[in-house]
């Protein structure tokens, strides 16, 4: 499949073609790179690099859609055809898109009507989509979401406290660059040697536009971008975190309105508003000539990032992996060395040397951390384009899925435990007794119940499930975790890595624990309803359960597919009692995520 991308701003355009063959598992490889680098009356100029060759040129007509138009000509004049899908960035999803979308009428119409959500951006996005459905009538185009990778952070991640009207008009925290971040941590997954869904990774991308991403265990946790890319870290040319006092205080100071305080945040602020030149290059040969305010704003921009990346190892409970991306982030060892400078206390040391010579060449992705280091240090070029290439071809490769209804089941709080937790309940050799079978074959419920203890309550009663395992889980509520009194981080089965301790009593002992979760929603699965519906094992998809005005859609579930499983969609206590879901409802996949090759 070849397939050409593109990623529209409101005064450039970058595109790529990428070849990949069908089916997963293959990779997935760049055969041009190009930008129109700036529009102007009248022409706009631009950039090719063809099997490393590099090209340059003009073309007529400097506008956005001009540009498009001209794309063709390119192309045939390097002996580049065969194009067979578009695939463009969009910069604003909202809540609405978590994967990929076949951009027809109705999905352009429901991304317009997000504009409010990026101004900046989500128009150049769609004037390039309409320009190029126009040029390539006939093949298909798919949007990928800059916001889709953060769907998954957590609603305490997402909230404003603010009232509940502004948060009804849809002010939240959304979260940015996400098809950088999500590359770049599969990337160093590779690099590592390690598995995504075993890593905690904080992801450093530092261009023009910047932003920090916790990644916990393969999924985005945090952004320090939220309801635009405006928050967070200093930028180019926006300023980043600010009191939103300031409002008011300008208002009141100096007569400016919304409009102007916005703008200035944007265009006029960061490290041009510290400095007159929004590019870290300029500003670090100022700072070495002695230059003040250059010196304060290196100083301003390194100390953000590290108090992001500090934030986020405490949010995640630890990390293994900083990542470093994006123009600065790849090019400047002076600004990653002021950034790790003082991370010693989280078991993070940078190898001097390494970080110094730092090369990127055929998509490297050296680790530059001292020996010892607990936490790998890691820089690599990202690659949105071809992240984005690899997302098109696996939505469209996928299969289409035929619709069948998928019981839904409650799960509530239960146990799990493994051989030496039974023993120090029960006593030694105690063997449990089935009370009765579960749906899902070679599991059951046991007559034997045991008590949770937290610093704030207990929870009497609690089922255990068998048969044993090699590691002990607690699956909770939320609500059971408020009435312990601890924190359970909600995880897939088996990911118990950095979880809390609660005290687990039975009949002859105690015992503290950790592996107290509340368990992510899932579907089991068994391997034939899978290939009747498309899915892969791991796959994220979205399930709608009940019709018309009463269908809610629950994002972010996992398959699960194991032999022999009996297929159901499982959902904690809250979810089901906030969703009014009673024995007997069904719900339907409708929305699926590329499960994408690690390649």
């Known amino acids: 499949m070849r397939i050409l991308v593109f990623n529209a701003g409101s005064s450039s355009l970058k595109f790529g073609v990428f070849d990949r063959a069908r089916g997963a598992g293959h990779e997935t490889r760049q055969v041009l790179k190009g930008a129109f680098e700036r529009f102007r009356d009248g022409a706009c100029d631009y950039a090719l690099s063809v099997d490393g060759t590099a090209r340059s040129g003009t073309a007529p007509h400097g506008d956005l859609a001009a540009a498009i138009a001209a794309v063709p000509a390119l192309l045939e004049a390097e002996g580049i055809g065969g194009i067979e899908a578009i695939g463009h960035r969009i910069a604003h999803g909202g809540a609405d898109f978590t994967t990929p979308a076949r951009l027809d009428e109705e999905t352009v119409a429901r991304i317009a009507r997000l504009t409010p959500l990026a101004p900046l951006h989500n128009p150049a996005n769609l004037q390039a989509v309409r320009v190029a459905r126009g040029v390539w009538p006939d093949l298909p185009q798919v949007g990928v979401f800059d916001t889709a990778f953060h769907q998954t952070n957590p609603p305490r991640v997402t909230t404003y406290a603010v009232p509940q009207s502004w948060r009804d008009a849809g002010l939240r925290?959304?979260?940015?660059?996400?098809?950088?971040?999500?590359?770049?941590?599969e990337r160093a997954a590779r690099a590592l040697g390690r598995p995504l869904d075993a890593l905690k990774i904080i992801s450093v991308h530092l261009g023009n536009g910047a932003s920090v991403c916790a990644i916990s265990l393969g999924r985005s946790f945090e952004s320090s971008m939220g309801l635009t890319p405006l928050e967070g870290l200093v930028m180019g040319t926006r300023s980043g975190d600010v009191d939103p006092g300031a409002f008011g205080y300008l208002h009141r100071q100096l007569g400016l309105g919304i409009e102007e305080i916005e703008h200035?945040?944007?265009?006029?602020?960061?490290?041009?508003?510290?400095?007159?030149?929004?590019?870290?290059?300029?500003?670090?040969?100022?700072?070495?000539?002695?230059?003040?305010?250059?010196?304060?704003?290196?100083?301003?921009?390194?100390?953000?990032?590290?108090k992001y990346i500090g934030s986020y190892a405490a949010g995640m409970g630890g990390v293994d992996a900083v990542v470093f991306t994006g123009g600065i982030g790849e090019h400047s060892p002076s600004m990653r060395r002021r950034i790790c400078d003082g991370l010693d206390f989280m078991g993070l040391r940078l190898d001097f040397d390494r970080n110094q010579s730092v090369d990127l060449s055929d998509r490297a992705a050296p680790q530059i951390q001292a020996y010892g280091s607990r936490v790998a240090v890691i820089v690599t070029e990202t690659a949105e384009q071809l992240q984005i290439a690899r997302e098109v071809a696996a939505h469209l490769d996928r299969p289409e899925a035929a619709p069948r209804p998928i019981p839904v089941a409650v799960s509530g709080r239960h146990v799990h435990l493994a051989q030496a937790e039974l023993e120090a309940l029960f006593g030694p050799g105690y063997e449990l007794r089935v009370k009765v079978p579960l749906r899902q074959p070679g599991n059951w419920a046991a007559e034997e119940r045991v008590t949770l203890e937290g610093p704030k309550g207990r929870i009497e009663h609690v089922?255990?499930?068998g048969p044993l395992r090699p590691r002990t889980q607690i699956e909770v509520s939320r609500t059971d975790s408020f009435a312990l009194g601890i924190d359970a981080p909600v995880r897939d089965s088996g990911q118990l890595e950095g979880t809390p301790v609660v005290r687990i009593i039975g009949p002859h002992g105690a015992v503290d624990t950790d592996g107290l979760i509340v368990a992510a929603r899932h579907v089991h699965m068994n391997p034939r309803d899978a290939e009747a519906m498309g899915l892969e094992n791991g796959q994220n998809v979205a399930v709608k359960i009940g019709q018309g005005d009463r269908a809610l859609t629950f994002g972010q579930v996992m398959i699960r597919i194991q032999p022999n499983a009996f297929t159901e969609m499982h959902i904690d206590t809250d979810e089901a009692n906030a969703a009014g879901i009673g024995p007997g409802c069904e719900g339907e996949v409708i929305e699926l995520e590329a499960h994408l090759d690690a390649r």
């Open 463 to 465: 089922a255990i499930l």
């Open 173 to 185: 925290r959304y979260g940015f660059h996400g098809t950088s971040h999500k590359y770049v941590a």
């Open 264 to 306: 200035a945040l944007n265009h006029d602020s960061g490290l041009k508003g510290l400095t007159g030149s929004p590019d870290m290059r300029d500003v670090e040969d100022r700072a070495a000539k002695g230059d003040a305010a250059a010196q304060l704003a290196i100083n301003l921009y390194a100390h953000r990032v590290r």
